[in-house]
């Protein structure tokens, strides 16, 4: 038996809450060919280099017919659902592509592991204050600016990625910031 391909290294699943998609909103907002639509962006989206933007490289979204022909619908199909889509704000259309709202918080890219806790987790030491705080930067600054790649639709500069870290130390440690 072969072993998978490399690709599945990369992003080999996403998570989709059941009952949020069984009892959600976009059960009675949508049609069925639009549910079927967006379940096709939420795969785009994972597999995307920036995951959560469906777009062809950092700055160049997927014209419109490319992804109706990705997807297999009607041109009209996929127009009608980006226009429902946005004016619902589950995603948003910029110049650089489509950003699904919220993908982030749903595939817990910024956020520790949910879930019932490990047993080894279990047994660790509580942690000290000063490492209750390092572990609060770390978090704030991983959710921070990646939030802000999203937003922009590109890599950070090394002076946005300073910014960050800087308006974050001071949140998090006060006037002490200055001796980290």
Avoid at 87 to 101: D, S, T
Avoid at 158 to 165: N, S, Y
Wanted: proline share 5%.
């Amino acid at each position: 038996m072969s072993e998978r391909p490399d690709y599945y290294d990369r992003h080999p699943w996403f998570k989709k809450y059941s009952r949020e998609w069984l009892e959600g909103s976009i059960r009675f907002d949508c049609t069925p060919d639009e549910r079927s639509v967006f379940d096709d962006f939420l795969s785009l989206a994972n597999e995307s280099r920036n995951r959560g933007i469906i777009q062809a490289n950092d700055e160049t979204p997927y014209p419109h017919s490319w992804l109706a022909a990705k997807l297999n619908v009607p041109l009209e199909l996929l127009e009608r659902c980006i226009l429902k889509f946005t004016e619902q704000q589950r995603v948003i259309e910029n110049e650089h592509g489509i950003l699904v709202v919220n993908f982030s918080y749903w595939q817990g890219l910024d956020t520790r592991r949910r879930g019932r806790p490990t047993k080894q987790s279990r047994q660790r030491p509580e942690p000290t204050e000063e490492e209750k705080l390092e572990s609060e930067y770390n978090n704030r600054v991983g959710v921070a600016a990646f939030e802000k790649r999203q937003e922009l639709g590109r890599s950070l500069s090394t002076e946005e990625i300073t910014e960050i870290t800087d308006k974050i130390k001071r949140e998090v440690y006060g006037n002490e910031s200055t001796t980290r």
